[in-house]
């Protein structure tokens, strides 16, 4: 574990890692403002759902045909419930924790936050809400989470990331840890379409999201400002612990949100 313990005293390490987190909190923000701002958005379903492959009765078939093969079932929910932000940390991890590639890195969070900006953008203009919310699809969450909202739906940012993880790593397909990162980001496409998160539109349309941004920032790296590099190490490691807690609280916060509310009235002697 000495390389590990290496990657996090190295100061170009840690300000990228802190780069990526406070990317994903943007994007938790959005998400929090588009509650308002969302208001303007156009919702499109009713027109969206003129379109082929869009019928209950094959988005139902293809749910049931997987829920009946359940070694299949269990492999998708796995990869599916891994996450958005899992797909993000793994990628992180391997490229800028394990290998150490700075450049690489750098170009991963350029592509992300351009998929950020542009998906943003198209959720402001107009929504489509997802397979399970408009059929009503019983065992799926119908509320808005920290995470995640209903409307987030095309293009889908869970496989835009996806294919843009796929084509970044490209270049380290034949090491272990890119063929396993390369199998997972391939099977999210198929588990949000089998298991009624998304459409199969969402898909297509994230993929060419994804081409369309790595190919446009293709070259391009985010740029470190200098005056970063002068912090203090011991205050930067502390940052970096201070913004995984502040993760793994969301994350855990977002799974049960119900459950915190009660937590927090009970401490705070509220019925």
């Not at 997987?66 to 990869?79: A, D, E, F, G, Q």
């Not at 900006?117 to 489509?128: E, N, P, Q």
Request: hydrophobic content about 55%.
């Amino acid at each position: 574990m000495d390389w590990l313990c290496e990657r996090l005293r190295d100061r170009a390490v840690l300000l990228r890692l802190n780069a990526f987190v406070f990317s994903y909190f943007g994007w938790i923000l959005f998400g929090v403002v588009y509650a308002y701002l969302g208001r303007w958005s156009v919702n499109v379903t009713r027109e969206f759902l003129r379109l082929p492959l869009t019928s209950r009765e094959l988005i139902l078939s293809l749910l049931n045909t997987v829920r009946s093969i359940h070694p299949v079932y269990l492999i998708l929910s796995w990869v599916y419930y891994l996450g958005f932000a899992g797909s993000i940390a793994l990628m992180v991890f391997y490229l800028l924790v394990y290998l150490g590639d700075l450049e690489t890195s750098d170009q991963l969070l350029v592509r992300y936050l351009t998929a950020y900006s542009i998906a943003g953008t198209v959720y402001l203009l107009f929504h489509i809400y997802a397979p399970h919310v408009v059929y009503h699809i019983s065992g799926y969450p119908s509320g808005n989470t920290l995470l995640t909202r209903q409307e987030f739906v095309l293009p889908s940012l869970h496989n835009t990331f996806a294919a843009i993880n796929i084509i970044t790593v490209w270049k380290y397909r034949k090491r272990l840890g890119g063929k396993a990162l390369l199998v997972i980001n391939t099977l999210i496409p198929f588990a949000t379409v089998l298991l009624a998160h998304h459409w199969i539109y969402d898909v297509l349309t994230g993929f060419l999201l994804a081409i369309a941004v790595s190919r446009v920032t293709d070259g391009w790296v985010a740029r470190i400002p200098e005056k970063l590099y002068e912090v203090e190490l011991k205050s930067l490691r502390a940052m970096t612990m201070l913004n995984f807690v502040l993760a793994a609280l969301i994350l855990l916060i977002a799974l049960d949100p119900h459950r915190w509310l009660l937590l927090v009235r009970s401490i705070l002697g509220q019925p």
